[in-house]
Structures are given as structure tokens and as C-alpha cells.
């Protein structure tokens, strides 16, 4: 097979989200071989022009980019961490878009170059649904060389592509990160629907105001995140002292309402902790500094 030619690429992984890579490879006009652990979830897309191989080794023995898209790093390394697939590896760019943690990603990194790889780590913040779109996000950090050779296959997968650096824990570092922000803004935002059904306000009616707060409060965030940034704690737009009594009103009503006080029971000792600091008259992003 043709290794150089720029349009082709292997992707091993046919999960939901492997197979729509795949598949949006093909309709960009890609030269597509796959390999799966189950090679029946092949059959649409070798239907659709993909190439079957018959093992990991000769599907990217087929191609100079190589996709990654696995359940783990676990399942990963156990595919890949062999020396036919090592051999087969060398002078490989690595697209490793399985979820991880930062040190997983230092590891990979490390690895792919005792074995005269090039490797990019990645991390898809959609659902194989939203891929293919202009704006589906995509973070990516690594060498940035890689990361030249890699882009135009990346960009078939989303537009919104995010390069973090060389610093090749970036991405899984800021895919934590933004996770944190969904999650941490989901349990509040739970916590509001148990204030809502306790008061006998339409669940519906919260959902809809929250939806046409958020494009508000993502300017907030960016604003917070600059403050930290610049390390200026000054009072710009919110003051600690407004969080930490609204947070003492959150709890409260919690307990008198006899609801579940996970949420209140979490976020009020750190604004409690954040008075106690003297940080009542600063910036509400001062809370990081009871974090750190």
C-alpha cells in the first residue's frame, strides 16, 4: 500500500465515535483503513469504501496518519504496545483522541518516541453526532511538527480546533478543565431544579431562564479567568462578599426546605473559608486562592 499518500489514514477504534471518524473520512475523500478488536462493526463502512485489515500492524502499516480511538489508554497500549505494531509505528504520526489524564498523555508521548514515532494527543468535546460540523471543538496539543502533519485530517473530524501547544498533557489537562466547569455548573444547576420542585415553580420555566443566562455568563468567565490571569484581585464586576452571602442563602433555604445538601454542603465552607482569608473585598476569582 502507498504510505504517502497525503490522503490516507488509518483508524483503529470502531466504537460510536471511531466509526464517525472513519466515516467522515471516507466523505472527505480519504483513502480510509480500519482495524477493531470486533471486525463485524467494519461491515458498513468497508461497504462504504474503508479497508479491513487483518490486524493493528497492517492497518497502520497502510497509512502515515494513524487514529486512535479506543476506550482507554489501557486498551490503547494493549493494542499498540507490541514490537510488530511498534515496528509498524515508525515514522507514524499518532492521533490518540482516547480519553485520559495528563500524565497518560506524557507517557504515550514518551513511548511513540523511543519507537520513532510522531505523536498528538487529543481530546473531542461532542458526541459522534456533532462531528464533521464547523464548530464541533476538538483540543490538541504535542509536537507541533506532528500537529502540522496532522491538522488537515483533524480538520474533517471538526473546525473548532483548539491547538494547546507542544506541551503534550495540554489537551487532556484542558479536557479535565472544561469538564469540571460542565459538571460543576450541572450539579448547581440540579440543585436549582430541587429549589424549584420544592417551591412548586415549573422545572421547565428555570431551565428556559438558566438557557438564556448562559451567553451572559460565559462572558463573566472569560472575565474571571483574566483576572487570575493578570493575579489583580480587585473588585471589576463582582465582589467576594455578594457570592459568599448568596452561597449562605443557598444553604440555607436547603436545610429549611429539607432538600438534599450535597451542593451547599460543598460550596459553602469555601466562600466560609474565603471570609475567614480577608477576601470579602476582592474579586469573586479570588476563591481560587482557597483552592490553591
Known amino acids: 500500500m502507498n504510505t504517502n499518500n497525503s490522503k490516507s489514514a488509518t483508524v483503529i477504534g470502531l466504537g460510536m465515535m471511531g466509526v464517525t471518524l472513519a466515516?467522515?473520512?471516507?466523505?472527505?475523500?480519504?483513502?480510509?483503513?480500519?482495524?477493531?478488536?470486533?471486525?463485524?462493526?467494519?461491515?458498513?463502512?468497508?461497504?462504504?469504501?474503508?479497508?479491513?485489515?487483518?490486524?493493528?500492524?497492517?492497518?497502520?502499516?497502510?497509512?502515515?496518519?494513524v487514529v486512535i480511538c479506543v476506550y482507554d489508554y489501557a486498551a490503547a497500549n494493549e493494542i499498540l504496545r507490541n514490537t510488530v505494531t511498534e515496528a509498524a509505528l515508525k515514522d507514524r504520526?499518532?492521533?490518540?483522541?482516547?480519553?485520559?489524564?495528563?500524565?497518560?498523555?506524557?507517557?504515550?508521548?514518551?513511548?511513540?518516541?523511543?519507537?520513532?514515532?510522531?505523536?498528538?494527543?487529543?481530546?473531542?468535546?461532542?458526541?459522534?453526532?456533532?462531528?464533521?460540523?464547523?464548530?464541533?471543538?476538538?483540543?490538541?496539543?504535542?509536537?507541533?511538527?506532528?500537529?502540522?502533519?496532522?491538522?488537515?485530517?483533524?480538520?474533517?473530524?471538526?473546525?473548532?480546533?483548539?491547538?494547546?501547544?507542544e506541551q503534550v498533557a495540554a489537551a487532556s489537562a484542558m479536557d479535565l478543565?472544561?469538564?469540571?466547569?460542565?459538571?460543576g455548573t450541572m450539579l448547581g444547576f440540579f440543585h436549582g431544579v430541587r429549589i424549584m420542585e420544592s417551591e412548586h415553580v415549573p422545572v421547565d420555566t428555570f431551565g428556559n431562564i438558566v438557557g438564556g443566562i448562559m451567553p451572559t455568563f460565559g462572558d463573566f468567565i472569560r472575565h474571571e479567568a483574566n483576572v487570575i490571569n493578570a493575579g489583580d484581585y480587585s473588585i471589576t464586576e463582582s465582589p467576594m462578599r455578594i457570592s459568599v452571602e448568596a452561597v449562605e442563602r443557598i444553604s440555607q433555604h436547603a436545610y429549611s426546605a429539607g432538600i438534599n445538601t450535597a451542593f451547599p454542603d460543598y460550596a459553602n465552607p469555601l466562600f466560609k473559608k474565603a471570609k475567614a482569608a480577608g477576601l470579602m473585598e476582592q474579586e469573586l476569582a479570588a476563591l481560587v486562592k482557597v483552592l490553591r
Open 23 to 65: 466515516r467522515l473520512l471516507l466523505q472527505g475523500g480519504y483513502k480510509v483503513t480500519v482495524w477493531n478488536r470486533t471486525p463485524e462493526k467494519a461491515a458498513e463502512l468497508v461497504k462504504d469504501g474503508a479497508i479491513l485489515a487483518p490486524d493493528a500492524a497492517t492497518a497502520i502499516g497502510a497509512s502515515p496518519v
Open 177 to 183: 478543565a472544561t469538564l469540571s466547569s460542565i459538571y
Open 93 to 165: 504520526v499518532i492521533i490518540q483522541l482516547t480519553t485520559g489524564h495528563p500524565q497518560e498523555a506524557r507517557d504515550a508521548e514518551q513511548w511513540a518516541n523511543t519507537i520513532g514515532a510522531r505523536y498528538i494527543d487529543g481530546g473531542i468535546q461532542a458526541a459522534p453526532s456533532q462531528m464533521g460540523r464547523p464548530d464541533t471543538p476538538i483540543l490538541v496539543s504535542g509536537n507541533e511538527t506532528a500537529y502540522a502533519q496532522a491538522e488537515p485530517v483533524l480538520r474533517i473530524f471538526g473546525g473548532n480546533i483548539s491547538y494547546l501547544g
